[in-house]
């Protein structure tokens, strides 16, 4: 949508219109609702005063039209995705340049920011009970992945408070991006299997990802909801030690698990 927002109910007859008109050229980006009204997100090229080049924005208006509060701020990509989505711990705005995760309330306080990684950009949001999932593209590798070679897909899910529960990076070696996102939960009506609610996502990959067939294709996943125990850290006998006794007594990093799993087995590997 470009310059307009318009409202619609499901037998298609309009309810309200609205022009924004936040700048000379202003781009929509995201769009949705909640009990209190409905979120739009997008940007405007006007300064603000700060560092950037444009202005981003989140409006929200009631179910009657009224214009409720906005909030502005600079990023320096105009061109860039913002979405949008609400739950029940408020609205949540992606950011497609840095890779934030924002959180505002019901009357436009930003209760916390979250930074998904070094390289990551935010494409696409969901909310299903009380979490959030969060789809894009990274260049690199996010905390705890691995990259794959060019841009990358992923996906990450957080609590209501913030706190990231899990995180998933994959690609072909070419670059990949994930476009869109949907908790498998509120697809499927039910737990996926293997437990928990799974992410849903669709995206673009210029490559041939495992299990695919076919190189530079669209593509549809599904991620199983359960998370990776943490990468454990070496302890003892410290890397790249000499001298040290043929029957050595190994030690890693406490065990831990994002999901509460319990430590089954650890396996290692000795190199000379």
Not at 162 to 178: E, H, P, T, Y
Not at 245 to 262: K, N, Q, V, Y
Request: one cysteine or more.
């Amino acid at each position: 949508l470009r310059n307009s927002l318009l409202w619609t109910s499901i037998p298609g007859n309009e309810l309200w219109w609205r022009d924004l008109e936040m700048g000379s050229i202003d781009t929509f980006w995201g769009v949705c609702g909640d009990a209190g009204g409905v979120y739009v997100s997008g940007n405007a090229p006007h300064d603000t005063g700060g560092p950037g080049t444009d202005s981003r924005f989140l409006c929200k208006y009631d179910a009657d039209n009224n214009w409720l509060w906005t909030r502005e701020f600079d990023w320096d990509d105009g061109s860039a995705a913002s979405p949008v989505c609400a739950g029940p711990g408020g609205v949540y705005l992606g950011d497609g340049v840095s890779g934030a995760l924002r959180n505002y309330d019901a009357v436009g306080g930003e209760a916390w920011t979250r930074q998904v990684g070094d390289g990551a950009r935010v494409l696409a949001l969901a909310s299903h009970g009380g979490d959030i999932y969060v789809a894009g593209v990274v260049s690199g590798a996010l905390p705890g992945q691995s990259s794959q070679g060019g841009d990358d897909a992923f996906a990450a899910r957080y609590d209501a408070a913030g706190n990231q529960v899990w995180a998933r990076q994959f690609g072909s070696g070419a670059d990949d991006a994930a476009t869109g996102v949907a908790a498998a939960a509120a697809v499927t009506g039910g737990a996926t299997a293997g437990g928990g609610s799974g992410v849903c996502l669709s995206g673009n990959t210029g490559g041939a990802l495992p299990g695919a067939e076919g190189t530079g294709q669209a593509f549809s996943a599904l991620l199983a909801a359960n998370a990776y125990p943490d990468r454990p850290v070496n302890a003892s006998p410290a890397g790249g030690e000499s001298g040290v006794i043929l029957t050595p007594a190994l030690a890693a990093s406490a065990f831990a698990d994002a999901d509460g799993d319990g430590h089954a087995a650890s396996r290692w590997q000795v190199r000379t």
